[in-house]
């Protein structure tokens, strides 16, 4: 297929990785963190750490946008969903979450509420144009990759007068996240996470572009390369890093340089900034409270918020204790160091969400790697 | 299926719909019988007009399978429900090396579904069954009401008769056996997901719906007791087979990403869906697994074939207390081809 085959070329990743091999040097460890799901899931699903000298190691980062949702998010569009007038408009991904008490939304589904699986948010606002004496709610998750088509499903919606079309909007931005990886001064050292680089966003930094990676790259002295989402744009990007790290450079790199700019798809953030403004604080699954890390709907755009439509009022929700996501997601812990991973967390019983999106940590490891673990604990079995 | 020969009328099959008398039992079944299904499948056993089809068995060993079909849209690129019917449950039959015999068919209506549709539905039912060699011996119509079904939804029941000696079997595949797959995957999946207009594109690729006995009979002359078992990778692909396999033998996998063959528009629309084709659904492949010594022989009669014409080595069988299937990605590394988690599309048959 064109434009795919070409970037995941086997011949042309091994020549990659001989060139990581030969310019890693062998008394260092090399440890970077890719910050998306989307670059961890083509880290699991092409095998990408085969291809690696044991002395780089790769750290999964936050950037899966339905790991880092709070269960009281997703408590609040069951909720909704429950109501009987709502119909619940919502992508495949977020079906499986577990909600407080062992819910989810696929339950809720079975149990009666109107929620249905949508491939795009326009598919909501016509639904929403079709059945008039319906509330659809979109509910808008993800970073800024997807947060211009919700701008834009609110656009559509205003054009066509519809007052029965709101969003529940959950859309987060990714620099914030990147500084609460890298701001550790102030954290205890068992919670510092060592990191000597980024693989950057692919699809965030097309609508933001490179520009806003600088301050951070400078003021946390790593560098970060922006790379694509197949195999060989992240196997590309791990020899840029360890290139960068051996000059001693802290640069913002491009790699993606087919889809992304500096200063990013300007159309898309005129969409957002016309509709979203920032959030004072925003909870995430992990992290914690960031503050001006997410966004809200513009008061001109109030009556298209579900929140304030049918007064979404939160009610705090804790994660179940002995679930590690937190740990995960801040690249703290591999997933197969949590008690829960393959005991009794699966992708069919998910205890995190971390196990549920194929973008989370968890469900990769689990779903492409896992056999790795077999083979590291002989090891250390043969070494013990 | 009984029917009274005395009527006043012929069906409106242009224009009418399936109202609740026609699964009444009553005359309007009667007449739905004879002018759709006995007209579609045309065999003396529904001559008779009983409501059981009597047959002499032959001595040996024979299968039995089931199956329901519920497949949305009803028609798609390269078959419908009524064909998909006939071809899964034959195919059922033949992954056990069975020639297959005889089918019956099982209808649930609902209350308004277009005659024309329910005739086009059984002409193809018929015209696979014939083409398959089988009749549809003995059927049964009902009706619900207007929203307690999708249109209609088809069971097919079928036996066949198994060669002497042969026995395959899921639970028969021993370390360093050769894994060959038939051909192409994901086409059935994709071909129905492409009529689905909530996805919103479109693709010049056919349901590969087929069946698949006729294959079978080369491969069992050309193996004999050497294949040790056959499976056809439906629902949940050729990933979720191998991995039921792998835990009826209690055994692991390891494949090569590159000798799977997928065409283009396939991957194409996998891409765009963020599906993996190892987990889209086939209705005319199969996957064998066999002793090293006979793969050149199998792969010779499936090639001749035309339904084989793509066979190829996948990989092999090897001991795996964890039952894993692992694959060797065409980028080097190596992952797991792990169960499907949840539901990759539903009413893909």
Request: proline fraction near 5%; glycine fraction near 10%.
């Amino acid at each position: 297929m064109k434009y795919i085959d070409e970037y995941r070329d086997g011949g042309l990743a091994r020549s990659i990785a001989a060139s990581i091999a030969r310019e890693a040097v062998l008394d260092r460890h090399y440890r970077f963190m890719e910050f998306c799901g989307g670059h961890t899931h083509a880290i699991s699903r092409y095998g990408i750490e085969d291809l690696l000298p044991s002395n780089v190691e790769m750290v999964h980062g936050p950037g899966c946008p339905v790991c880092v949702l709070p269960v009281g998010r997703i408590d609040d569009a069951i909720r909704l969903a429950m109501r009987p007038e709502v119909t619940l408009c919502t992508y495949a991904d977020l079906m499986r979450v577990p909600a407080s008490g062992g819910a989810s939304l696929l339950k809720a589904k079975a149990a009666g509420a109107d929620i249905r699986m949508i491939y795009s948010s326009m598919d909501a606002v016509l639904i929403a144009e079709a059945e008039p004496a319906r509330q659809v709610v979109f509910f808008a998750i993800g970073f800024e990759t997807t947060t211009p088509s919700t701008a834009l499903s609110i656009g559509l919606a205003r054009r066509k007068q519809l007052t029965n079309f709101s969003v529940f909007c959950n859309h987060v931005l990714t620099p914030p996240a990147i500084r609460a990886i890298l701001d550790i001064k102030n954290l205890p050292e068992v919670e510092r996470v060592l990191v000597d680089g980024f693989v950057g966003p692919a699809h965030v930094s097309t609508v933001i572009g490179t520009a806003p990676y600088v301050a951070l790259a400078a003021e946390f002295e790593k560098p970060v390369v922006v790379a694509g989402f197949e195999p060989l744009d992240v196997v590309q990007a791990i020899l840029m890093l360890v290139r960068q790290v051996n000059e001693g450079r802290c640069e913002v790199e491009n790699q993606y340089i087919r889809a992304v700019t500096t200063g990013g798809n300007l159309i898309a953030q005129r969409e957002i900034a016309e509709i979203f403004e920032l959030r004072k604080t925003f909870e995430w699954r992990g992290l914690g409270e960031l503050p001006v890390s997410a966004l809200r709907l513009r008061d001109a755009y109030a009556q298209y918020d579900a929140e304030q439509r049918f007064d979404v009022v939160p009610v705090p929700a804790a994660d179940n204790p002995a679930c590690e996501c937190g740990d995960v997601l801040r690249g703290l812990k591999k997933p197969s160091e949590c008690k829960l991973f393959g005991t009794v967390c699966s992708p069919e019983t998910p205890m995190g969400s971390c196990m549920v999106s194929p973008e989370g940590a968890c469900a990769a490891h689990w779903t492409y790697g896992r056999f790795r673990d077999r083979a590291k604990a002989s090891a250390m079995q043969d070494a013990a | 299926m009984s029917s009274p020969r005395l009527r006043a009328r012929k069906l409106d099959i242009r224009g009418g719909l399936v109202d609740l008398s026609h699964g009444a039992g009553g005359r309007a079944s009667a007449q739905l019988i004879d002018e759709i299904f006995r007209e579609a499948f045309d065999n003396p056993f529904l001559e008779q007009g009983n409501d059981q089809a009597a047959f002499d068995v032959p001595a040996g060993r024979m299968v039995m399978s089931t199956d329901g079909y519920v497949i949305w849209p009803l028609f798609f690129p390269g078959g419908d429900i009524g064909s998909l019917a006939v071809h899964g449950t034959i195919n059922d039959l033949a992954m056990a090396g069975a020639r297959p015999l005889h089918l019956a068919a099982s209808y649930i209506l609902e209350e308004g579904f277009p005659l024309a549709d329910l005739q086009r539905i059984a002409q193809s039912m018929g015209r696979a069954a014939s083409q398959a060699g089988v009749a549809i011996v003995t059927g049964d119509t009902k009706v619900v009401e207007r929203g307690k079904a999708d249109g209609v939804f088809i069971t097919t029941t079928g036996i066949g008769l198994v060669p002497a000696g042969l026995d395959l079997s899921g639970d028969r595949a021993r370390p360093g056996d050769r894994v060959i797959l038939s051909g192409s995957i994901g086409d059935h999946g994709v071909a129905v997901m492409s009529k689905r207009s909530s996805l919103g594109f479109e693709t010049e690729i056919q349901s590969d719906s087929a069946a698949l006995h006729g294959l079978v009979a080369a491969m069992v002359a050309a193996a004999g007791p050497s294949l040790r078992l056959l499976r056809d990778p439906t629902r949940g692909g050729l990933a979720t087979t191998l991995n039921e396999i792998a835990q009826q033998s209690r055994c692991g996998f390891l494949i090569e990403e590159s000798s799977i063959p997928v065409r283009p528009e396939v991957a194409a629309a996998c891409e765009l869906l963020g599906l993996d084709p190892l987990y889209v659904a086939n209705e005319g492949k199969l996957v064998a697994v066999a002793e090293p010594g006979v793969t050149d022989a199998l792969l010779a009669v499936m090639r001749a074939h035309p339904l084989g014409r793509e066979a190829s080595v996948i990989g092999e069988v090897t001991a795996d207390d964890e039952y894993f299937v692992q694959m060797t990605t065409s980028f080097g590394g190596g992952r797991i081809v792990d169960w499907l988690a949840g539901e990759q599309l539903p009413r893909i048959c």
